[in-house]
């Protein structure tokens, strides 16, 4: 093989390398709900499309009773390949109770293999309130799923998939947090608080039919080029 078909056939090895697909263009949606007996702040829900990034949603709400210290708080925030949510809660007389969400989805049509990356932190605290924060993820091609889980505990988490030809994908992540203080009446006062965000990452390597077919088109030149020093 000549100098020339090496060098062309390493830029086409470099060129397969992983890259990074962009979010900016997911769809995100966030949504908060605060309440204090059956007082609430009603629900925030926010998307992007066609809010722009980053999109931010907020509910807060205190306890009518002034003597009695009842609150609750939720925030959700998406950006970039980025989601984040917390929840606030603390009740003693009366339930206080605060959820948060955020998801994104990335719609997947280019054949090729894909590696996903999830860096998922969550933090807990709980001073007999009960609450937690949970991580989905969900990928399907057409009509089949080929991932659908649920994650409780920080951790990275990293997944393979691939497209062939003519296929259509979904990426779905999403993030909930939530606290709930159940009130019954007595003098303890029940606590919680909880917070979790995720980096999203995806890299995707092009199709090796396009590879294929790139080089196939490059052997007559090369061909050519070979008679024409002769």
């Not at 062309?8 to 995100?28: I, N, T």
């Not at 925030?77 to 994104?104: K, R, T």
């Not at 894909?114 to 605290?125: A, G, N, P």
């Not at 309130?129 to 990293?158: K, N, R």
Request: hydrophobic share 50%.
């Amino acid at each position: 093989m000549s100098r020339f078909m090496f060098t062309v056939l390493l830029m086409l090895s470099g060129a397969a390398h992983a890259l990074p697909v962009d979010l900016s263009h997911a769809r995100y949606s966030v949504s908060t709900y605060a309440e204090v007996d059956a007082d609430s702040d009603g629900i925030h829900a926010f998307d992007s499309p066609p809010a722009a990034l980053p999109v931010f949603s907020h509910a807060a709400i205190v306890g009518a009773d002034i003597d009695v210290d009842e609150f609750a708080n939720a925030d959700a925030i998406a950006e970039d390949g980025l989601l984040g949510v917390s929840s606030e809660a603390q009740g003693s007389l009366h339930h206080a109770g605060a959820v948060a969400e955020v998801s994104l989805e990335q719609s997947l049509g280019i054949a090729g293999a894909y590696v996903l990356t999830l860096d998922f932190e969550s933090l807990l605290d709980l001073a007999g309130a009960d609450g937690g924060t949970s991580l989905t993820l969900a990928v399907s091609i057409g009509a089949q799923t080929l991932f659908d889980e649920i994650f409780t505990d920080t951790q990275i988490i990293t997944r393979r998939f691939a497209l062939a030809p003519g296929e259509q994908g979904l990426l779905h992540v999403g993030l909930v947090s939530s606290m709930d203080g159940f009130g019954d009446g007595g003098a303890d006062t029940l606590y919680g608080f909880s917070l979790a965000s995720v980096d999203v990452r995806l890299n995707a390597v092009p199709s090796p039919n396009a590879l294929s077919l790139m080089v196939a088109g490059l052997l007559p030149l090369w061909r050519r080029r070979r008679v024409s020093l002769r």
